[in-house]
């Protein structure tokens, strides 16, 4: 580990199940705890090198919170995708979703025809979106068309709607709340959202700050840092929407969409993905060469309401196995007909949840000597040793759940970590 990467530790948790909302009704949740967990963990921080190969392996962060689902035991398995933003190619419906925003940014006419949205790719100008005559054809390009309607990328013209989308650090406002708990009242039908309960799973969060290192003058729109951040999206002043993401070595993360309802039927989720898309394009384009992807979270091909993330395309779905990537085209076949899918080996997918979880992991005793806990901590000075030296790895049932944990961050990445073991396993 470079004496200039971060120190990520994480302080390693008892896996559990939990009930599902992917299989039960809309605001409901599943009868039994059928949801199950390979591995959790609460990280006390963490390199985005380290996230991003977290990510990379299946896990996903809630806040500080990390977990990694067991596909095969779960009544919904949830896979790992990402969209490759260089080659995404918005189709008609999503290019005439953002042209439709910019022209009620623009023009406040609220229209419901689109003369944008056709076959042939083409918007009209001024600024893209004129509604007099002589209109001449502009080809549509995401990264230019996201900013069409935004204030601070207008020239000539005076919008009807002032809109702004800000980048910021994940942090705290009355305001973030306020949106969140609409929108959790109004979306999702839940009316008791704590000030905590926002702090913990949408501002808090692990990621060290880590500079971007881009090969000339950074663009002023886009990020220095890698790290977590909220997109916020502001119309006439107002907060009407955020994205909660995180930008890493490889890719922009979608952690979380709110919106206020009264905005619902401009699909600002879907934006969102367009808008994120297009970030990832950008940094790219700026010489940040390896951010080339849309982490869209999981797909879950048994719940009709995530399928939509299938949409864009080209996207890839994470072996649940080796962690190599698959086109989603590909996988669909075997996704129709399993319940568990195997990519690259089609034999081990099963057509019912599995009863039992893996095995446990045997992980080499030379790699475990490379494995390190955190002994103490003195004048902020962490002690350390191999795990294979700790109290808990002398009792069985915590070694299960060491080796499980281990086997769940593989190998290389697990020796790029500091556990603590301080808590319940």
């Keep these: 580990m470079s004496s200039s990467t971060p120190i990520s530790v994480v302080s390693l948790l008892r896996a559990h199940n939990s009930t599902c909302g992917y299989c039960a009704p809309p605001g409901e949740r599943s009868e039994t705890a059928s949801s199950y967990h390979r591995s959790e963990c609460l990280a006390m921080q963490l390199s985005c090198h380290v996230y991003q190969e977290m990510i990379d392996r299946g896990w996903r962060r809630s806040g500080t919170y990390c977990y990694k689902p067991d596909l095969r035991r779960s009544c919904c398995p949830q896979y790992t995708i990402k969209l490759d933003a260089l080659e995404f190619k918005p189709s008609k419906s999503q290019r005439k979703l953002l042209n439709r925003w910019n022209r009620f940014v623009i023009h406040g006419d609220g229209r419901e025809d689109d003369p944008m949205g056709g076959d042939s790719k083409t918007r009209t100008s001024k600024a893209g979106l004129s509604k007099g005559k002589g209109k001449a054809n502009h080809n549509f390009t995401l990264t230019d068309d996201i900013h069409t309607s935004e204030l601070s990328f207008l020239k000539d013209e005076t919008p009807a709607h002032t809109f702004e989308v800000i980048l910021e650090p994940a942090s705290y406002t009355d305001e973030k709340f306020a949106l969140y708990k609409s929108y959790q009242k109004e979306i999702h039908h839940e009316a008791k959202e704590k000030e905590s309960s926002f702090k913990r799973f949408l501002v808090e969060n692990p990621l060290v700050p880590q500079s971007i290192a881009y090969p000339s003058e950074r663009p002023v729109h886009l990020p220095a840092n890698y790290g977590a951040y909220h997109q916020l999206y502001r119309l006439d002043g107002k907060l009407v929407a955020m994205g909660v993401i995180d930008i890493l070595p490889s890719c922009i993360s979608s952690v979380y969409f709110m919106y206020e309802k009264e905005w619902e039927r ?42 939509y993330k299938g949409d864009f395309s080209p996207s890839y779905l994470a072996d649940p196995e080796d962690y190599e990537w698959y086109p989603l085209e590909m ?89 603590d073991l301080s808590l319940d396993l």
């Excluded at 005793?365 to 294979?388: D, F, N």
């Design 331 to 419: 996988c669909r076949p075997l996704l129709d007909k399993y319940h568990y899918a195997c990519f690259a080996h089609p034999e081990r997918s099963l057509e019912t949840p599995a009863a039992t979880s893996d095995p446990t992991p045997a992980i080499p005793p030379q790699i475990l000597e490379k494995v390190q806990h955190i002994v103490e901590i003195r004048r902020r000075t962490i002690v350390a040793a191999p795990i294979t030296s700790s109290e808990e790895w002398r009792l069985h049932r915590d070694r299960e759940s060491i080796l499980v944990a281990l086997g769940a961050f593989g190998e290389r990445l697990a020796q790029e970590v500091l556990f």
């Design 266 to 307: 401009f699909s600002l989720g879907k934006l969102s993905a367009l808008r994120e898309a297009a970030l990832a394009r950008e940094i790219h384009e700026a010489g940040v060469e390896d951010v080339k992807y849309l982490y869209m979270g999981f797909y879950v091909h048994s719940c009709p309401k995530m399928r």
